[in-house]
């Protein structure tokens, strides 16, 4: 069984742009969990996605949003790029109402 | 008062001991317990969940829960290098299903 899958691996952008991110679940998973574990701030929530409605978000600004998709995968985006979103994001996907959770392999943001 | 307490370590252990890693955790409703195992570099997997109190075994893996002392560990039996990892605590507090992470342990199994 295929497990969650993300894109790009690696993204370079310059401060003020906007970053697109993918995440695709596992096939028959309906929830979408987006993280970002940033240097010395360990992982921290940002978004959940379940049925195609955003069902909370963490303590981010509004620039940072997403969406997901009526095949379940889900899209993070960054405007306004600033150095310190430089980190690793993490998507996590689960079946249904399930507490159990499982990453991609992350895409890692850089931003100069 | 972080919400999810971790030992940053480096705990390190010898081929073949037990690993104990340790967890606190300060919202008292909280509901699901999860381990999960991050190697330099790569994403979380997850290896052992729990919702009640007790233990729970999976191979050489024992999950251990005290929701009264707000207490959860994992043990790892036969220590392996290849168990050398950050574990990583996370728990859920309420319906909303997000994951709350402690800052991790790293583990050094010496050969």
């Known amino acids: 069984e295929a497990g969650v899958t993300q894109s790009p691996t690696h993204l370079i952008k310059t401060r003020g742009q906007q970053a697109t991110l993918r995440c695709s679940p596992i096939s028959g998973h309906t929830s979408v969990y987006w993280y970002q574990q940033a240097l010395g701030l360990g992982l921290q929530f940002l978004l959940w996605y379940d049925e195609g409605e955003e069902r909370n978000r963490g303590n981010f600004p509004p620039r940072f949003s997403g969406r997901q998709f009526p095949n379940y995968s889900s899209e993070l985006n960054v405007n306004a790029l600033e150095l310190e979103d430089s980190a690793l994001y993490l998507c996590a996907s689960s079946q249904g109402h399930s507490y159990e959770q499982y990453f991609g392999p992350g895409t890692r943001l850089t931003v100069t | 008062q972080k919400e999810v307490e971790q030992n940053s370590g480096p705990l390190s252990v010898p081929e073949g001991a037990i690993a104990s890693l340790n967890c606190t955790y300060s919202?008292?409703?909280?509901?699901?317990f999860f381990w999960y195992r991050q190697y330099s570099g790569k994403s979380p997997e997850l290896i052992m969940s729990?919702?009640?109190?007790g233990d729970k075994e999976d191979g050489r893996f024992t999950a251990q829960l005290n929701k009264a002392s707000q207490y959860v560990s994992l043990l790892i039996r036969d220590s392996q290098p290849s168990d050398s990892a950050t574990y990583l605590c996370a728990v859920t507090t309420d319906s909303s299903y997000k994951l709350i992470f402690g800052s991790g342990t790293r583990l050094l199994v010496r050969p």
């Open positions: 729990i919702y009640s109190n």
């Open positions: 919202d008292r409703g909280s509901q699901s």
